[in-house]
């Protein structure tokens, strides 16, 4: 199966969740690399911001605020984008975590989770994925996450949309690949973020931001089908994944006090 990987001069490069962590600094990283960047978030506010200090660095940053939930809106943004130059890259970055709570599993929080991480993605890949299989090229990565590898306690939200993600690009890239569409998942640990810094417990391995962007930066331009970062993190979560079940059951509720 042919790898397929865009260059900036094949055209623009757009980012989901772009107003803070990963999203932000991914779109800087792009732009510095010499791409024009369109960049989608709620927060208007902070896309312009972000603009500003792209243009402070003689960077080309558009804005196209947006919420990822609103389907509709999603296609016209698509839309819009591709009115300036068409979309060659794609990071589905945006995401949400809640920690589940005794007695709210299944609430708003879960259902949240699954609208942002989930159907967020899915609003802005179907409006774009048809015109990149028009046009024989484009490269799609999606922001998953190594909770998707498999069920980690307080996380019943999060592990269960981010494994649907993984999933589903596994699925795409048989798919789209023969039609000269790139499909990559982004699998990260823990990465210092205003998501992360709701977190009251213990985050192994954890690293800056800039640091996460300087990776899936490598990634993208490789031929990798998952970008996974840090390794250690991901090769041990890969494994213990393999385990009989009582054994995994034990060990992860052993490492995180649950269980």
Request: net charge neutral; charged share 20%; aromatic share 8%.
């Amino acid at each position: 199966m042919n790898v397929t990987r865009t260059r900036p001069a094949d055209g623009l490069a757009w980012v989901t969740g772009a107003s803070s962590g990963i999203g932000r600094e991914l779109s800087l990283h792009l732009a510095r690399g010499g791409w024009k960047v369109a960049v989608t978030a709620r927060r208007a506010d902070e896309l312009e911001k972000l603009v500003s200090q792209a243009a402070s660095e003689g960077l080309t940053l558009y804005s196209f605020p947006g919420d990822v939930t609103d389907r509709a809106h999603m296609h016209r943004l698509v839309e819009e984008i591709e009115a300036i130059v068409p979309i060659a890259l794609c990071v589905m970055n945006v995401g949400t975590f809640f920690p589940d709570d005794e007695g709210v599993w299944f609430g708003d929080a879960f259902r949240k989770t699954f609208d942002v991480n989930l159907d967020g993605t899915l609003n802005g890949l179907e409006p774009l994925v048809p015109k990149m299989i028009a046009r024989g090229k484009g490269q799609v990565a999606i922001m998953a996450s190594v909770a998707g590898y498999g069920g980690l306690p307080r996380s019943i939200a999060y592990s269960a949309s981010k494994s649907a993600l993984i999933v589903m690009a596994q699925a795409m890239r048989f798919m789209l690949e023969p039609k000269g569409v790139g499909v990559q998942v982004i699998c990260p640990g823990f990465v210092e973020t205003p998501l992360t810094d709701k977190n009251d417990f213990p985050m192994p391995f954890l690293i800056k931001v800039d640091e996460a962007a300087r990776r899936i930066c490598e990634g993208l331009a490789s031929d990798r089908f998952e970008i996974a970062f840090p390794r250690r993190m991901a090769w041990m979560l890969k494994a213990i994944n393999l385990l009989p079940y009582r054994v995994y059951f034990w060990l992860v509720g052993r490492a995180t006090g649950i269980g």
